[in-house]
């Protein structure tokens, strides 16, 4: 019994030193890497650079600019800045600019990997979209979705029974099967309209729910066959082109038109939903779809039509591949760590350190501990099992079995 | 007659530091013995392996046939012990922890219990912490006395007691175990208490055990001899009935197990004056300090 | 026999479990008091939001409650048990040493446990008056690791309290401390879900860890 308590104790330490010395390693030694702040140029046909902390600013075939010229070049993303120097263009491309039409096609959209690997909040507040007020309310009732849609008031705490038959049955005509998979909407009140919500039955079809003058207003969307959504983002745009951003199970990014219910799918690669972050820069011209991975950072232009029109990667180093993580990887087989940057979830995110340049210190540290046994004049057999921890766990292990010693243990 | 304790071949080492290599000794039953030996010597180590707080680093103690360092329930409720200091669960007072022991024992015996306790000046719901030393004494003793155990440990016992209350644990004590055929194996650094107690002692030094033997053996036959030498240059030191010598210019304590005329012989034979030859009455603790030394 | 053990342990621990229970009752009755304040001001659907969509967690007054309850727990019931080594008399019971020690453990960890499931039936009742069972759930979740930490730490505090050498305590007190700050991330509401059956086995590893420097103990180490 002692001996099996202190093998679980020997177990939590080396779990516990695999989380604590590899974070304390990077807290120290870290550098920081300064990713390229990427735009699409109408001007250029280019895109243009930003270094932020080298302060340079530069196209793909590196030449340099000046803030002022980099401005002018992205007179769609800075066209305050070219208003109030006085150096905003007429027209480009033949097309007047006037600012109330930049404005209006100018979105932003940003989707991180841990937003979509996050708890769920699971009831939602449905708005009512035609309220004839100018502002928007919070209702009094939130929904949830399980064998059918109840509405739950949330000052009492009750189900609102008349509402949530009303809404279920609008539902269930409309073959919406429940439970739902996915519920994605924008939930806050700080919008310019109320769109409602798109909704992924357990079949995973998709279904728009909205609340006109207190009815249910329920639309079927036509997807393709087999089309399975894993992230449904829903955007407010000014321009109303689309309700959201959809991104399928195979990291395929759609947009949904607006009142056609039209399911786009944008001729993007390389975005991976689990470890990718995701910017949209929309404007009069272009669309410029950023996907930021840990080692590089695409960017793809888009045209109006969707089409692609320039694409443009950078890559450097991982921090694994830099001295100091080489360093790192021939110090730690391994490391736990109870948070990501892909998720929102805590869980325990065990990474194998790449090569195997960890096994001349573990190798290392066992011939160190078997001359420490030696030494000791200890029965060897007895402390086979400390040598294969720390054969295997490396200086983890190494610390693990000296600060809970085998002693006494024959 | 059975041995209760028997310990063979102890070796045990702090570190680098020896305390004893290869002791034997053993205590059989009915017997009352006295753990005899200088600071530092292991007394208390010994005590610590009897009751399995302690591996040594080789031998073995045997307590009732079993190994101390895996005794069993049955054979710990045989043996009663007393941790030096009296050291009890002080935040208790005596009714709760006489209530708490009663359920470990089988056997247990309130009457001798509630007896020491009638005669302290403690009121049942006392906690034993706002107790005196003296106090504590008695209940630590009353346990073991309710528990009614066949071998009982007695880590020095006198410890922080005053004279009164050593009298009285000391009476109390041998009166009991002698009533009920007791072991007890007990260790004091206060000689003059063990005197009123033990009929067996053990004494251990750093090179291992120097007596092993009843007291009135023990006192019967070791001796010491004072005298005067006439020169003092002289060297008593190889004569082989020499025990221990304590020599202040020409004044010599002779301690010997050998009887005065062999001391004599050995002085005439070798030509060795001496004047004021006499033997010299000691008591225990007299006779411990002959054999050991003083340092 | 093990209601003598039982018995110790309740002298020890009682004045201490109580007035923890206690202050902890209150400490969820103010909790919830606050939670009756934000409805009576803010109104429901407004704290509904904050916390479904805003991040607001009005349980997190309890982050440190049970870690505490844990702390308290095994200092009155293995501190004493220390001083003068006194542990010693504890091992001298004619019962298994190891069976002595598991039976006091068993006594320590049932106690948390009822004081805990005090807070948390309480918890769980206020919660579900105020809010539908999908939030109660995710609440459940977030707060279920700081209960787990609780009984690890008062499970890790034994195992230092009886470690016969200081400097090994030391070396249990760091890995302990960094191990328990796993049960503590600040994270989302909910966030814990699929970690928390690891932390439960890891909880329940360290049941035994006593076990370990009480052996220590009786080998002799010092």
Redesign the interface.
């Known amino acids: 019994?002692?001996k099996?308590?202190?093998y679980?104790?020997v177990?939590?330490?080396i779990?516990?030193?695999a989380?604590?010395l590899p974070k304390l390693y990077w807290m120290a030694f870290e550098k920081p890497v300064r990713k390229p702040f990427i735009l699409y140029s109408c001007i250029n046909d280019d895109f243009m650079i930003h270094r932020i902390s080298e302060k340079t600013w530069e196209d793909t075939k590196g030449n340099q600019f000046t803030r002022e010229k980099y401005e002018k070049k992205l007179p769609l993303m800075f066209e305050k800045q070219l208003i109030t120097s006085g150096s905003m263009p007429d027209s480009i491309k033949g097309i007047a600019l006037d600012m109330r039409t930049i404005s209006k096609e100018k979105s932003f959209f940003r989707l991180k990997a841990n937003e979509i690997d996050?708890?769920a909040?699971?009831?939602?507040?449905l708005f009512e979209s035609q309220s004839g007020r100018a502002k928007i309310e919070?209702?009094?009732?939130?929904f949830?979705i399980t064998w059918r849609i109840d509405f739950?008031?949330?000052?009492?705490?009750k189900v609102l029974e008349e509402k949530s038959q009303l809404f279920s049955a609008a539902l269930f005509q409309k073959g919406f099967s429940f439970p739902a998979k996915k519920i994605s909407g924008i939930?806050?009140p700080r919008k310019s309209v109320d769109e409602g919500y798109f909704i992924v039955d357990s079949k995973d079809r998709l279904f728009h729910l909205k609340m006109i003058k207190g009815n249910p207003y329920v639309k079927q969307i036509d997807i393709p066959e087999g089309l399975k959504f894993s992230h449904i983002s829903c955007v407010d745009f000014k321009n109303k082109d689309f309700y959201a951003y959809l991104f399928s199970d195979k990291n395929e990014i759609y947009i949904l038109t607006q009142d056609d219910y039209q399911l786009i799918k944008w001729p993007v690669e390389g975005f991976d939903a689990s470890n990718r972050d995701l910017k949209i820069f929309g404007d009069l011209f272009n669309y410029t779809v950023i996907i930021e991975a840990e080692d590089h950072t695409k960017a793809i232009a888009l045209n109006s039509d969707y089409q692609v029109v320039k694409t443009y990667t950078e890559t450097w180093k991982l921090k694994e591949e830099q001295p100091e993580g080489k360093i790192f990887t021939s110090l730690f087989p391994a490391q736990v760590s109870?948070?990501s940057d892909n998720s929102?979830?805590?869980?325990?995110y065990f990474s194998l350190s790449e090569g195997f340049k960890w096994i001349f210190l573990n190798l290392l540290l066992m011939a160190f501990h078997f001359i420490w046994l030696y030494r000791r004049k200890v029965k060897l057999k007895n402390h086979l099992a400390d040598m294969g921890i720390v054969a295997v766990s490396g200086i983890f292990g190494f610390i693990a079995v000296h600060?809970?010693?085998n002693?006494?243990f024959d | 007659m059975n041995n209760v304790i028997e310990c063979n071949n102890l070796t045990h080492y702090y570190g680098k530091k020896r305390v004893y290599e290869n002791l034997n000794f053993h205590v059989s039953e009915g017997s009352i013995l006295g753990l005899l030996g200088k600071n530092g010597t292991g007394k208390t180590t010994t005590i610590?392996?009897l009751?399995?707080?302690?591996?040594p680093r080789s031998g073995e103690c045997l307590i009732f046939g079993e190994n101390t360092q895996h005794l069993s329930?049955?054979t710990?409720?045989r043996?009663g012990?007393l941790?030096e200091?009296h050291?009890?669960?002080s935040?208790?007072n005596i009714r709760?922890i006489e209530?708490?022991?009663?359920?470990?024992?089988p056997n247990w015996k309130p009457a001798p219990f509630w007896e020491l306790m009638s005669k302290l000046n403690v009121t049942p719901t006392q906690k034993i912490s706002t107790m005196s030393c003296g106090q504590r004494s008695q209940v630590a003793l009353g346990l073991i006395l309710a528990q009614d155990p066949d071998l009982l440990i007695l880590d020095d016992f006198s410890m922080g007691l005053d004279p009164g209350y050593r009298r009285l644990f000391i009476d109390y004590l041998r009166e009991y175990a002698k009533a009920e055929n007791k072991t007890i194996f007990t260790t004091s650094h206060i000689i003059q208490d063990m005197e009123r107690l033990i009929d067996d002692l053990l004494i251990i030094d750093f090179d291992g055990v120097l007596a092993q033997t009843s007291v009135n053996e023990f006192m019967g036959s070791f001796k010491r001899f004072d005298f005067v030498l006439e020169n003092d240059k002289t060297d008593l030191k190889k004569a082989s009935f020499v025990v221990n010598l304590d020599k202040v210019k020409n004044k010599v304590e002779l301690y010997t197990y050998s009887s005065e005329s062999i001391v004599k012989k050995y002085l005439d034979d070798n030509n060795i004056t001496v004047s004021n030859f006499a033997q010299v009455k000691m008591g225990l603790e007299d006779a411990f300090i002959g054999l050991t030394g003083k340092y | 026999?093990w209601?003598?053990v039982v018995?110790?342990e309740w002298?020890?621990i009682r004045w201490f479990l109580i007035g923890y229970t206690l202050l902890g009752i209150l400490g969820i009755g103010y909790l919830f008091l606050t939670v009756k304040h934000g409805?009576a001001f803010s109104?429901?659907?407004?704290?509904?939001?904050s916390i479904?969509?805003m991040g607001y967690q009005f349980f997190s007054p309890l982050k440190y409650v049970p870690l505490v309850g844990g702390l308290t727990i095994a200092i009155a019931q293995y501190f004493?048990e220390t001083v003068?080594?006194?542990i010693?008399?504890t091992?001298?019971?004619?019962?298994?040493e190891?069976k002595a020690l598991l039976m006091m453990h068993a006594f320590g960890a049932i106690s948390l446990l009822l004081s805990f499931l005090v807070f948390f039936g309480m918890f769980a009742g206020f919660s579900?008056?105020?809010?539908?069972v999908?939030?109660v759930t995710?609440s459940i979740i977030s707060i279920f690791p700081w209960f787990l930490a609780g009984f690890a730490a008062y499970f890790l505090v034994a195992?230092i309290v009886l470690e016969p050498e200081w400097k090994?305590r030391f070396?249990?007190f760091v890995?302990g401390g960094?191990?328990l700050t796993?049960y503590l991330?600040s994270?989302?509401?909910?966030?814990?879900?699929?970690?928390n059956s690891?932390l439960f086995v890891?909880t329940a590893?360290?049941s035994?860890?006593?076990?370990?420097s009480?052996?220590?103990?009786?080998?002799?180490?010092m």
């Not at chain 1, 929102?344 to 325990?348: A, H, V, Y």
């Not at chain 2, 209530?99 to 024992?105: A, E, L, V, W």
Request: glycine fraction near 6%; proline fraction near 7%.
């Open positions: 019994m002692e099996i308590s202190r679980l104790l177990f939590i330490a779990l516990t030193l989380i604590i996050a708890p909040p699971g009831l939602y507040p919070l209702p009094e009732d939130f949830r739950i008031d949330a000052a009492t705490n939930s806050t109870m948070t929102k979830f805590i869980r325990f600060f809970f010693p002693k006494f | 610590n392996i009751n399995g707080f302690l591996q329930p049955r710990k409720a043996i012990f941790i200091g050291i009890q669960y935040f208790m709760q209530k708490f022991y009663s359920g470990f024992y | 026999m209601k003598s018995y110790k002298l020890k409805f109104g429901g659907k407004n704290v509904w939001n479904l969509f004493p003068n080594k006194r010693k008399l091992f001298h019971l004619p019962l298994g190891n579900l008056l105020y809010f539908p999908q939030m995710d195992l090994f070396y249990y890995v960094f191990f796993i991330n994270p989302v509401t909910g966030a814990y879900s699929p970690a690891g890891l590893f360290l035994i860890a006593l076990l370990f009480a052996y220590r103990f009786r080998k002799g180490e």
